[in-house]
Protein backbone atom coordinates (compact mmCIF):
# COMPACT_ATOMS: atom_id res chain seq x y z
CA UNK A 1 0.00 0.00 0.00
CA UNK A 2 1.23 3.56 -0.81
CA UNK A 3 2.04 5.64 2.12
CA UNK A 4 -0.14 9.06 2.37
CA UNK A 5 2.32 11.57 1.93
CA UNK A 6 1.25 15.73 3.11
CA UNK A 7 1.99 19.02 1.78
CA UNK A 8 0.25 22.40 3.51
CA UNK A 9 -0.63 25.86 2.30
CA UNK A 10 -1.96 29.04 3.62
CA UNK A 11 -4.96 31.20 2.83
CA UNK A 12 -6.09 34.73 3.88
CA UNK A 13 -9.70 35.69 3.99
CA UNK A 14 -10.54 39.51 4.68
CA UNK A 15 -12.28 40.06 8.07
CA UNK A 16 -15.52 39.48 9.12
CA UNK A 17 -14.62 35.53 8.72
CA UNK A 18 -14.78 32.59 10.91
CA UNK A 19 -13.92 28.97 9.41
CA UNK A 20 -17.12 27.73 11.80
CA UNK A 21 -19.79 30.20 10.53
CA UNK A 22 -19.20 29.49 7.17
CA UNK A 23 -18.66 25.67 7.34
CA UNK A 24 -22.04 25.59 9.35
CA UNK A 25 -23.58 28.17 7.02
CA UNK A 26 -26.14 25.58 5.47
CA UNK A 27 -26.48 21.96 5.75
CA UNK A 28 -23.68 21.34 3.50
CA UNK A 29 -21.48 20.22 5.75
CA UNK A 30 -23.44 17.03 6.82
CA UNK A 31 -23.12 15.74 3.45
CA UNK A 32 -20.37 13.91 1.48
CA UNK A 33 -17.58 14.81 0.68
CA UNK A 34 -17.71 17.05 3.64
CA UNK A 35 -17.27 17.54 7.18
CA UNK A 36 -16.75 19.81 10.52
CA UNK A 37 -15.16 18.33 13.41
CA UNK A 38 -16.25 20.92 16.28
CA UNK A 39 -13.57 19.11 18.58
CA UNK A 40 -11.11 19.57 16.46
CA UNK A 41 -12.65 23.01 14.77
CA UNK A 42 -11.55 21.42 11.36
CA UNK A 43 -13.36 21.62 8.35
CA UNK A 44 -12.62 18.68 5.59
CA UNK A 45 -13.18 17.84 2.10
CA UNK A 46 -12.34 14.70 0.19
CA UNK A 47 -11.52 16.22 -3.46
CA UNK A 48 -9.93 14.85 -6.55
CA UNK A 49 -8.12 15.49 -9.70
CA UNK A 50 -8.97 12.64 -12.06
CA UNK A 51 -8.96 9.33 -9.85
CA UNK A 52 -6.50 10.56 -7.69
CA UNK A 53 -7.99 12.18 -4.53
CA UNK A 54 -7.08 13.83 -1.83
CA UNK A 55 -7.82 14.83 2.18
CA UNK A 56 -7.58 18.65 2.79
CA UNK A 57 -8.27 19.59 6.49
CA UNK A 58 -8.44 23.29 6.96
CA UNK A 59 -7.69 24.98 10.31
CA UNK A 60 -7.79 28.77 11.49
CA UNK A 61 -4.16 29.06 12.27
CA UNK A 62 -4.38 33.43 12.46
CA UNK A 63 -5.96 36.20 13.26
CA UNK A 64 -4.38 39.40 12.08
CA UNK A 65 -6.60 43.01 12.19
CA UNK A 66 -7.66 43.30 8.56
CA UNK A 67 -7.96 39.32 7.95
CA UNK A 68 -7.87 35.63 9.27
CA UNK A 69 -5.43 33.13 7.93
CA UNK A 70 -6.63 29.31 7.35
CA UNK A 71 -4.06 26.59 7.47
CA UNK A 72 -4.49 24.30 4.76
CA UNK A 73 -3.07 20.19 5.21
CA UNK A 74 -3.32 17.96 1.46
CA UNK A 75 -2.87 14.46 2.13
CA UNK A 76 -2.89 12.05 -0.56
CA UNK A 77 -0.82 9.20 -2.55
CA UNK A 78 1.37 12.32 -4.47
CA UNK A 79 1.30 15.66 -3.74
CA UNK A 80 2.83 17.78 -5.65
CA UNK A 81 2.97 21.56 -5.06
CA UNK A 82 0.62 22.20 -8.58
CA UNK A 83 -1.93 19.70 -6.15
CA UNK A 84 -1.40 22.00 -3.11
CA UNK A 85 -2.03 25.12 -5.34
CA UNK A 86 -5.14 23.42 -7.23
CA UNK A 87 -6.77 21.96 -3.81
CA UNK A 88 -6.21 26.01 -2.29
CA UNK A 89 -7.84 27.57 -5.60
CA UNK A 90 -10.85 25.06 -4.33
CA UNK A 91 -11.26 25.68 -1.28
CA UNK A 92 -11.38 29.68 -1.51
CA UNK A 93 -13.93 28.98 -3.90
CA UNK A 94 -15.42 26.77 -1.40
CA UNK A 95 -15.48 29.25 1.60
CA UNK A 96 -16.55 31.93 -0.47
CA UNK A 97 -13.23 33.63 0.18
CA UNK A 98 -13.07 35.19 -3.64
CA UNK A 99 -16.37 37.33 -2.82
CA UNK A 100 -16.63 40.83 -2.14
CA UNK A 101 -18.70 41.21 0.56
CA UNK A 102 -18.20 44.94 1.52
CA UNK A 103 -21.82 45.59 0.25
CA UNK A 104 -23.43 43.14 2.54
CA UNK A 105 -21.84 43.99 5.92
CA UNK A 106 -22.37 47.34 5.29
CA UNK A 107 -25.73 46.72 4.67
CA UNK A 108 -25.52 44.92 7.79
CA UNK A 109 -24.67 47.37 10.10
CA UNK A 110 -28.04 48.82 10.05
CA UNK A 111 -29.87 45.82 9.89
CA UNK A 112 -32.07 44.87 12.71
CA UNK A 113 -31.16 41.42 13.07
CA UNK A 114 -27.84 41.24 11.23
CA UNK A 115 -25.89 43.88 12.35
CA UNK A 116 -24.30 41.08 15.07
CA UNK A 117 -23.05 38.98 11.88
CA UNK A 118 -19.13 40.41 12.06
CA UNK A 119 -19.36 39.54 15.40
CA UNK A 120 -19.22 35.92 14.85
CA UNK A 121 -17.34 36.29 11.23
CA UNK A 122 -20.86 35.05 9.39
CA UNK A 123 -21.88 36.25 6.00
CA UNK A 124 -19.96 33.51 3.96
CA UNK A 125 -21.57 30.51 2.38
CA UNK A 126 -20.70 27.34 2.04
CA UNK A 127 -20.67 25.54 -1.61
CA UNK A 128 -18.79 22.57 -3.36
CA UNK A 129 -16.39 23.59 -5.96
CA UNK A 130 -17.77 21.88 -9.06
CA UNK A 131 -21.41 22.95 -9.55
CA UNK A 132 -22.10 19.45 -10.92
CA UNK A 133 -22.24 18.60 -7.30
CA UNK A 134 -23.80 21.60 -6.21
CA UNK A 135 -27.18 20.24 -8.80
CA UNK A 136 -27.01 16.66 -7.83
CA UNK A 137 -27.45 17.57 -4.54
CA UNK A 138 -30.20 20.95 -4.79
CA UNK A 139 -32.11 17.83 -7.04
CA UNK A 140 -31.53 15.30 -4.21
CA UNK A 141 -33.02 18.02 -1.51
CA UNK A 142 -35.91 18.92 -3.99
CA UNK A 143 -39.62 18.04 -2.24
CA UNK A 144 -38.59 15.89 0.53
CA UNK A 145 -36.88 16.65 3.99
CA UNK A 146 -33.75 17.31 5.01
CA UNK A 147 -32.80 14.23 6.54
CA UNK A 148 -33.87 12.11 3.51
CA UNK A 149 -31.73 14.47 1.05
CA UNK A 150 -28.68 14.07 3.19
CA UNK A 151 -28.81 10.07 3.17
CA UNK A 152 -29.26 10.30 -0.49
CA UNK A 153 -26.88 12.73 -1.23
CA UNK A 154 -24.46 10.46 0.98
CA UNK A 155 -25.37 6.85 -0.64
CA UNK A 156 -24.64 9.19 -4.06
CA UNK A 157 -21.18 10.05 -2.36
CA UNK A 158 -19.99 6.18 -2.05
CA UNK A 159 -19.62 6.06 -6.10
CA UNK A 160 -17.05 7.77 -5.91
CA UNK A 161 -13.26 6.75 -5.36
CA UNK A 162 -11.22 7.07 -1.81
CA UNK A 163 -8.07 7.11 -0.83
CA UNK A 164 -7.04 2.86 0.02
CA UNK A 165 -6.35 4.10 3.50
CA UNK A 166 -9.17 5.98 4.14
CA UNK A 167 -12.03 4.11 2.46
CA UNK A 168 -14.69 5.34 3.96
CA UNK A 169 -14.26 8.55 3.29
CA UNK A 170 -15.13 9.39 -0.82
CA UNK A 171 -14.23 11.79 -3.29
CA UNK A 172 -17.67 13.14 -4.86
CA UNK A 173 -18.44 11.12 -8.04
CA UNK A 174 -17.98 12.36 -11.40
CA UNK A 175 -21.46 12.98 -14.38
CA UNK A 176 -19.90 9.19 -15.28
CA UNK A 177 -19.79 7.72 -12.37
CA UNK A 178 -23.20 8.15 -11.06
CA UNK A 179 -24.74 7.13 -14.64
CA UNK A 180 -22.57 4.09 -14.39
CA UNK A 181 -24.24 3.64 -11.26
CA UNK A 182 -27.65 3.25 -12.86
CA UNK A 183 -31.30 3.88 -12.19
CA UNK A 184 -31.04 1.03 -9.67
CA UNK A 185 -28.21 2.38 -7.67
CA UNK A 186 -30.37 5.42 -7.26
CA UNK A 187 -33.78 4.37 -6.56
CA UNK A 188 -32.64 1.30 -4.54
CA UNK A 189 -29.88 2.11 -2.49
CA UNK A 190 -29.70 6.27 -2.37
CA UNK A 191 -33.22 6.37 -2.54
CA UNK A 192 -34.21 9.67 -4.47
CA UNK A 193 -37.25 8.61 -5.95
CA UNK A 194 -38.86 10.41 -9.21
CA UNK A 195 -35.19 12.25 -8.51
CA UNK A 196 -33.60 9.91 -10.30
CA UNK A 197 -34.62 10.37 -14.13
CA UNK A 198 -33.39 14.19 -13.05
CA UNK A 199 -30.45 12.96 -11.69
CA UNK A 200 -29.54 10.76 -14.87
CA UNK A 201 -30.59 13.58 -17.50
CA UNK A 202 -28.31 15.83 -15.46
CA UNK A 203 -25.16 13.85 -15.72
CA UNK A 204 -25.72 12.64 -19.50
CA UNK A 205 -26.52 16.15 -20.56
CA UNK A 206 -22.62 16.79 -18.59
CA UNK A 207 -21.28 14.13 -20.11
CA UNK A 208 -22.61 14.57 -23.38
CA UNK A 209 -21.27 17.89 -23.72
CA UNK A 210 -25.03 19.52 -23.88
CA UNK A 211 -24.52 21.07 -20.43
CA UNK A 212 -21.57 23.42 -20.29
CA UNK A 213 -20.91 23.48 -16.27
CA UNK A 214 -18.07 25.96 -16.68
CA UNK A 215 -20.02 28.09 -18.00
CA UNK A 216 -21.90 28.48 -15.06
CA UNK A 217 -18.95 30.30 -13.05
CA UNK A 218 -17.28 32.03 -15.86
CA UNK A 219 -20.81 33.91 -16.37
CA UNK A 220 -21.63 34.38 -12.82
CA UNK A 221 -18.14 36.88 -12.85
CA UNK A 222 -19.07 38.88 -15.50
CA UNK A 223 -20.83 42.03 -15.13
CA UNK A 224 -21.84 42.08 -18.39
CA UNK A 225 -24.15 39.23 -17.91
CA UNK A 226 -27.72 39.50 -16.22
CA UNK A 227 -28.75 37.41 -13.14
CA UNK A 228 -31.19 36.65 -15.47
CA UNK A 229 -28.98 34.50 -18.33
CA UNK A 230 -27.67 32.51 -15.62
CA UNK A 231 -31.04 31.61 -14.13
CA UNK A 232 -32.22 30.18 -17.63
CA UNK A 233 -29.33 28.08 -17.84
CA UNK A 234 -30.05 26.72 -14.45
CA UNK A 235 -33.80 26.21 -15.23
CA UNK A 236 -32.86 24.21 -18.30
CA UNK A 237 -31.70 21.87 -15.93
CA UNK A 238 -34.72 18.94 -15.34
CA UNK A 239 -36.24 19.07 -12.18
CA UNK A 240 -34.73 22.62 -11.22
CA UNK A 241 -37.58 24.87 -10.51
CA UNK A 242 -37.23 28.22 -9.37
CA UNK A 243 -35.85 27.84 -5.84
CA UNK A 244 -33.76 25.47 -6.22
CA UNK A 245 -32.20 27.67 -9.51
CA UNK A 246 -32.35 30.89 -7.04
CA UNK A 247 -30.31 28.71 -4.01
CA UNK A 248 -27.66 27.77 -7.11
CA UNK A 249 -27.48 31.54 -8.57
CA UNK A 250 -26.44 32.36 -4.67
CA UNK A 251 -23.46 29.94 -4.70
CA UNK A 252 -21.99 31.49 -7.40
CA UNK A 253 -22.20 35.05 -5.96
CA UNK A 254 -24.97 36.20 -7.02
CA UNK A 255 -28.00 37.19 -4.44
CA UNK A 256 -29.93 39.39 -6.34
CA UNK A 257 -33.09 36.82 -6.61
CA UNK A 258 -35.13 35.37 -3.63
CA UNK A 259 -35.12 31.54 -3.54
CA UNK A 260 -38.44 31.21 -1.97
CA UNK A 261 -40.19 28.12 -0.74
CA UNK A 262 -41.47 26.67 2.39
CA UNK A 263 -38.70 27.71 4.61
CA UNK A 264 -38.70 31.32 3.30
CA UNK A 265 -42.46 31.90 3.46
CA UNK A 266 -42.27 30.32 7.21
CA UNK A 267 -39.45 32.87 8.53
CA UNK A 268 -41.03 36.09 6.90
CA UNK A 269 -44.48 34.95 8.58
CA UNK A 270 -42.49 34.81 11.87
CA UNK A 271 -40.37 37.63 11.21
CA UNK A 272 -41.87 40.18 9.01
CA UNK A 273 -45.76 39.91 8.87
CA UNK A 274 -47.44 39.42 12.19
CA UNK A 275 -48.17 35.10 11.82
CA UNK A 276 -49.93 35.72 8.62
CA UNK A 277 -49.12 33.88 5.49
CA UNK A 278 -47.13 36.23 3.33
CA UNK A 279 -47.81 35.74 -0.58
CA UNK A 280 -44.61 35.77 -2.81
CA UNK A 281 -45.15 38.88 -3.99
CA UNK A 282 -45.09 40.08 -0.62
CA UNK A 283 -41.91 38.35 0.03
CA UNK A 284 -40.19 40.06 -2.51
CA UNK A 285 -41.44 43.81 -1.72
CA UNK A 286 -39.90 43.09 1.87
CA UNK A 287 -36.74 41.91 0.42
CA UNK A 288 -36.72 44.60 -2.66
CA UNK A 289 -34.49 46.79 -0.76
CA UNK A 290 -32.25 45.03 -0.34
CA UNK A 291 -31.13 44.76 -4.05
CA UNK A 292 -28.29 42.47 -4.76
CA UNK A 293 -28.07 40.92 -1.64
CA UNK A 294 -31.57 40.20 -0.94
CA UNK A 295 -30.99 36.50 -0.66
CA UNK A 296 -28.03 36.84 1.17
CA UNK A 297 -30.55 39.02 3.71
CA UNK A 298 -33.25 36.41 3.77
CA UNK A 299 -31.20 33.43 4.53
CA UNK A 300 -28.96 35.02 7.30
CA UNK A 301 -31.96 36.18 8.95
CA UNK A 302 -33.36 32.77 8.71
CA UNK A 303 -29.63 31.06 9.58
CA UNK A 304 -29.37 33.17 13.10
CA UNK A 305 -32.24 30.90 14.58
CA UNK A 306 -30.08 28.46 13.94
CA UNK A 307 -28.86 26.86 17.64
CA UNK A 308 -25.14 26.89 15.75
CA UNK A 309 -25.74 31.29 15.70
CA UNK A 310 -27.07 31.27 18.49
CA UNK A 311 -24.26 29.31 20.32
CA UNK A 312 -21.58 31.63 18.56
CA UNK A 313 -23.47 34.95 19.97
CA UNK A 314 -23.58 33.17 23.11
CA UNK A 315 -20.27 32.59 23.26
CA UNK A 316 -19.31 36.16 22.05
CA UNK A 317 -21.61 37.72 24.25
CA UNK A 318 -19.81 35.72 27.47
CA UNK A 319 -16.09 36.46 26.64
Given amino acids: MTPMLADSATLSV ?22 WSEGGRCFQVMDRIGHDVYRVSVLESRSAKRSVTLSLTIEGAEVTRAVVETMRERIELVLGCRQDLTGFFELCHDHPTLAVLPSIGAGRSLRSACMAENVVKALCGTNTTWTQAVKSINRIGQLGPALPELRNLNAWPTSREILRAGEKYLIEVARVGYRSSSILTFCTDVCEGRFDLEALDRMAVDDDVESDDIL ?86 HE
Fill in 232 to 317: ALLRSIHGIGPSSAHYLLSFLGRHDRLSIDTATVAHVARTHTKGRKPTARQIERIYARYGKWKNKVWWFEHWLDWSTARQMLDAVR
Fill in 14 to 35: PKPFSLKATALSHGWHECAPMG
